[in-house]
């Protein structure tokens, strides 16, 4: 019940394309749910964020789409360009568990074409 | 302003030696973390304090221990290395501030163990 399920493993788009990653939690008291951006060699960093009471969050060329009923949450960046080209982490929080503590997804690597 | 510093960046053990991961940031954060990070796993908590002298466990304890001394320093320590321990170690800090989380990572240190 603590688990969330993200796909795809990997990515590969055009640039100016838009790619999407789902992720899918099972946990209903999770209450935040962010995503991370992780270059090679780096350490993940936040990319933006969303909590259940809306159903979408846009900022700048990334946008998160939340459905509660469905338990699940996507990304979704516009007009992808290869500065993207990074691993992107789902996570949730929430519940017994405290918002602190992020159960992540397994990643999914982007590559975006030039 | 370093932000969340790892030392070392890069270790090579021998199974059955010890050996202490050092954290430190500069941000005055309550909460600090340490995760794993292994290849199709994500990124897996190992420990967290939410505060000096406070330590608890997380998903993936076994092997591991830490101590928070100090409020801007988390060790993660490994007494007897096993070649399972073979990961990328990132330590985290944040500060509980209502509706946000955000989670500030180190560059991590790549950990070998023969």
């Known amino acids: 019940q603590q688990q969330v399920k993200q796909s795809p493993q990997s990515l590969i788009v055009q640039k100016g394309g838009i790619p999407i990653i789902n992720c899918a939690y099972e946990?209903?008291?999770?209450?935040?749910f962010p995503w991370y951006q992780q270059f090679p060699g780096k350490g993940p960093a936040l990319l933006i964020a969303i909590r259940p009471d809306v159903s979408e969050k846009k900022e700048g060329r990334f946008t998160i789409s939340f459905n509660k009923s469905a338990k699940q949450f996507s990304l979704h960046i516009m007009d992808s360009q290869p500065g993207d080209s990074a691993t992107y982490f789902c996570?949730?929080?929430?519940?017994?568990?405290?918002?602190?503590?992020?159960?992540f997804g397994t990643g999914t690597r982007l590559k975006v074409l030039a | 302003n370093a932000g969340v510093t790892q030392t070392p960046k890069f270790r090579v053990l021998k199974t059955g030696q010890s050996m202490t991961l050092l954290c430190a940031q500069d941000?005055?954060?309550?909460?600090m973390y340490w995760y794993r990070q292994d290849p199709g796993m994500g990124l897996r908590l190992i420990h967290y304090?939410?505060?000096?002298?406070?330590?608890a466990k997380g998903e993936v304890p076994d092997g591991y221990n830490v101590s928070r001394l100090k409020k801007q320093n988390f060790l993660l320590g490994l007494e007897s290395a096993a070649p399972s321990q073979t990961s990328v170690y990132f330590c985290a800090s944040s500060q509980p501030q209502g509706a946000v989380e955000t989670q500030y990572f180190g560059p991590g240190t790549r950990l070998l163990v023969l």
């Open positions: 996570a949730a929080s929430g519940g017994t568990s405290g918002t602190y503590k992020y159960i």
């Open positions: 946990n209903t008291a999770f209450d935040y």
């Open positions: 304090s939410v505060g000096e002298g406070t330590t």
């Open positions: 941000m005055n954060h309550e909460y």
